[in-house]
């Protein structure tokens, strides 16, 4: 299992894609998947809504898709800068990716609490630069957040 | 809301997803967004795991990529050859697709019933084509079907 300072090992990693999205103009949010060791990225990446025109690529789901086709995610972890949305959590929930580590939860819930009952190890690091990311976009945009997340 | 014929065109159109996707030697599953009226297409695609070696292209989420960005989706249907799997399931919940047309739940069960218990209208058709479909292809391709769920 992953130690406390690989998990914000992995958070960083996920919070320098978040910051690359905002550069970009998208919505600043990201994600990396790491092998069972804590320490190999299997695959990163952020929200590309605004950059591709692409709702489909939320930060979860463009990190499990750089990783590419894998034949199990046993062991494997998903940080990501914010709760994973219902979309997001599916995915984790499906696939069986067996460790989730969020930056922070206080912008948006989505199914993190979900994902601990259905045996999903779920690490909340509450990690004040993600709160802030999030809170200064949420208002500079809200309409785009609302777009993001279907509200 | 679209009559039974019309769920019986979305499906169909959705079928001929899953039937190019077999075509092309990947996974045979197919689906397609449909708006309000249950007429106008919005997007359509399928499972594209072994063509694009991308393994979040499921047919839901590729039916939903392809409609681009929408500000809404209320009233939407998502037709699908096959019960959505938990990624797919979360994508209609996290953007308020409002109906679900499922072709089969014989050779895969997802999770229609917790969209159902979230106000989702799912119809499930019980298509004989779909179940040939799903049954030829998991006895012929049993790795690559448990692959593609994480199984």
């Known amino acids: 299992m992953p130690s406390e300072s690989q998990d914000r090992r992995m958070l960083r990693t996920a919070l320098e894609e978040?910051?690359?999205g905002l550069a970009e103009g998208g919505i600043p949010i990201g994600a990396a998947l790491y092998a069972a060791d804590g320490t190999t990225l299997l695959g990163r990446g952020h929200n590309r809504r605004v950059q591709d025109s692409d709702p489909s690529a939320h930060a979860e789901t463009a990190a499990f898709r750089a990783a590419g086709r894998q034949r199990s995610y046993r062991g494997t972890t998903m940080a990501t800068?914010?709760?994973?949305?219902?979309?997001?959590?599916?995915?984790?929930?499906?696939?069986g990716i067996s460790r989730v580590v969020v930056g922070e939860t206080r912008t948006f819930r989505g199914g993190h609490d979900w994902l601990t009952e259905h045996g999903v190890d779920v690490v909340i690091l509450d990690d004040p630069a993600c709160v802030a990311l999030m809170t200064d976009f949420t208002k500079a945009r809200p309409?785009?957040?609302n777009e993001d997340i279907g509200a």
Chains 1, 2 share one sequence.
């Open 143 to 145: 309409d785009l957040w």
């Open 81 to 95: 800068t914010l709760s994973p949305c219902w979309y997001c959590s599916g995915l984790v929930r499906q696939f």
């Open 18 to 20: 978040a910051r690359a």
